[in-house]
């Protein structure tokens, strides 16, 4: 069981990158303009991030209590998720919001 659950903490940090670059994909094939295209794209992952890094993240800079974490995490997926399905890639969208759901359970039913 440790295996699967291993696995799933790697799923895990495999989500959150897929989570930025969705981000970024949205962002790079969103704005009016070259400038506008590079600053969405760059911007809405590097916005991500740190709000990952501050507070969602195991070994955040700021703690916060459980709901205001799972929230956060909810913000960021979401937005993720969103973002593909705006930019035209709803196979892309639905199927990273349906994996990052059973990892999320998962994760709360193991305690992880």
């Known amino acids: 069981m440790a295996i699967v659950q291993a696995a799933n903490l790697a799923l895990r940090f495999l989500l959150e990158l897929c989570a930025l670059a969705a981000l970024a994909y949205w962002g790079f094939h969103t704005g009016e303009g070259t400038l506008a295209r590079i600053a969405l794209g760059i911007g809405a992952a590097l916005l991500a991030a740190v709000i990952w890094g ?41 199927a990273l919001g349906v994996v990052y759901i059973i990892n999320r359970v998962l994760m709360a039913i193991w305690g992880q």
């Open 54 to 94: 501050t507070f969602v993240a195991p070994n955040a800079a700021v703690a916060v209590g459980s709901p205001v974490r799972l929230a956060l995490e909810l913000l960021v997926f979401g937005a993720a998720v969103a973002g593909l399905l705006t930019a035209g890639r709803p196979s892309l969208g639905i």
